[in-house]
């Protein structure tokens, strides 16, 4: 079979730890063979972004907004163990934070679903996408510890000077503050990536804040969502057959326990990340849910929802077998390939994208499959793959698809 060409690169960002090893694995055996892959790549492992001060992140964010498509290995977010580890030069920023707030995008994530992996929760029939709005909240907090009494206050100085000033608390002995921002551009860019997507989809949209107690800060996303669907979005929703609708979150988490799934949560930024674990595990497993970052001018990140997999990556440094599931980063990688092959109008390469995704589900519904999914598997007997053989047999299956 001839390589497909491409005419556009893709933004490569390489990570760390065990995603890096499944990263050169995944492009080895999956995607060279097939694929004549251009690529702009960028080292967003750890050591590099010490190296460069952490420039490379930014480099990465700013090409994406070049070219439009990137995809994203998993990487390390330091803490103070990490320091240690990796001699760093200070503790950097969390690269998708870096690179979200560049981009002031929305993440959408949804689980892959494949049968024999049932979700713990009976009633879900189909997959539910988490939309995370990508920028503020308690992500760009500023925090204060309260060293003893005292009146801590929020102000605002206009440009001209005038203050406007209300009292957070009269602490009488120690405690803790936090400021947190959004700002209504960035609101109005989550609904409308939200709409836009939903409708992309033709699936229903909920959202929830805690609206009831945060009158201000959550009133506003409430007020903004509702004002851009009526005014942009509600006659294409009603010729789509799909709906919007608004709740308060526990009323949201309530509902979404008893649903069929097959909708589109859009959630803040803190509901948005533990709400995608949940709904992840949910479904079977971190390593079977992808991610996408949605900016409003229409560029993509590619990702797994899942981390690093520090566990299995030590096991790996000492020569032992690992068994990573290298699923959503495969999906990473066809929903980025599948969105260039989109746009730059190269069908065999939207083509090859759905073909390496039904290899995998294949592969799995056959029996063949890492230790995570053989843990929580209905398929009796299931062959338990380490990590280079499990990509191997997807490998066969693609072989097959193509043959
Ligand atoms: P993690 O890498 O998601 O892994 C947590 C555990 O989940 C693993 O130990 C493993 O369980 C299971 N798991 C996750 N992905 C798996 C896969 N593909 N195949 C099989 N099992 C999988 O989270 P973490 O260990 O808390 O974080 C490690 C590093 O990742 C941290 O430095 C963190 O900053 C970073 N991180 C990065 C991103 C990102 O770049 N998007 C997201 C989250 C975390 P068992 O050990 O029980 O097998
Ligand atoms: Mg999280």
């Not at 995603?19 to 690529?39: A, G, N, Q, S, Y």
């Not at 805690?210 to 007020?223: G, L, N, Q």
């Not at 390939?337 to 989109?342: D, F, H, S, V």
């Not at 990590?387 to 490998?395: A, L, P, V, Y």
Request: net charge negative; with cysteine; charged share 30%.
């Amino acid at each position: 079979m001839e390589k497909i060409k491409m005419t556009t690169p893709l933004v490569e960002m390489d990570g760390d730890e065990m995603t890096r090893i499944l990263w050169k694995m995944i492009k080895e055996e999956l995607l060279l063979p097939f694929v004549d892959l251009k690529t702009e790549y960028y080292d967003l492992g750890l050591s590099y972004r010490n190296e460069t001060d952490d420039q490379v992140t930014i480099d990465s964010a700013n090409a994406t907004k070049k070219y439009g498509v990137a995809v994203k290995c998993a990487t390390i977010t330091p803490n103070a163990a990490r320091m240690d580890e990796y001699d760093l030069k200070e503790m950097w920023k969390s690269p998708n934070g870096t690179i979200r707030a560049i981009l002031d995008g929305t993440v959408f994530r949804t689980p892959i679903k494949v049968k024999g992996i049932e979700p713990c929760v009976k009633n879900w029939e189909s997959p539910i996408t988490i939309a995370r709005h990508a920028y503020g909240d308690v992500y760009k907090n500023v925090e204060m510890k309260i060293p003893g009494a005292g009146t801590a206050e929020l102000v605002f100085t206009a440009k001209d000077g005038t203050q406007t000033k209300e009292t957070i608390f009269e602490f009488e002995s120690c405690g803790i503050i936090q400021g947190q921002h959004n700002v209504e551009a960035s609101i109005e860019s989550f609904a409308r990536s939200c709409f836009t997507y939903a409708l992309d989809q033709k699936q229903e949209l909920w959202f929830a804040t805690k609206d009831t107690i945060s009158k201000k800060y959550d009133h506003t996303f409430k007020d903004i969502f509702q004002e851009i669907f009526d005014s942009e979005y509600k006659e294409k929703f009603e010729a789509a057959s799909i709906t919007y609708f608004y709740t308060l979150i526990d009323d949201a988490v309530a509902r979404v326990m008893k649903s069929k799934g097959g909708f589109i949560w859009a959630c803040k930024n803190y509901d948005g990340d533990v709400m995608s674990d949940m709904i992840s595990s949910a479904f079977g497993s971190l390593a079977m849910m992808t991610s996408v970052l949605v900016s409003p001018e229409g560029y993509y990140e590619y990702e797994a929802a899942h981390g690093t997999v520090q566990r299995h990556y030590y096991k790996h440094l000492n020569g032992e077998e690992t068994s990573t599931n290298s699923v959503a980063t495969i999906f990473a990688w066809t929903g980025a390939l599948r969105k260039r092959g989109e746009i730059d109008g190269i069908k065999e390469l939207a083509a090859f994208a759905g073909h390496l995704e039904k290899a995998c589900v294949d592969t799995i519904e056959a029996g063949k499959m890492t230790k995570d999914l053989a843990l929580i598997t209905d398929i009796a007997q299931p062959t338990v793959l380490n990590s280079e053989d499990f990509i191997k047999e997807i490998r066969k299956e693609l072989e097959k698809i193509y043959a």
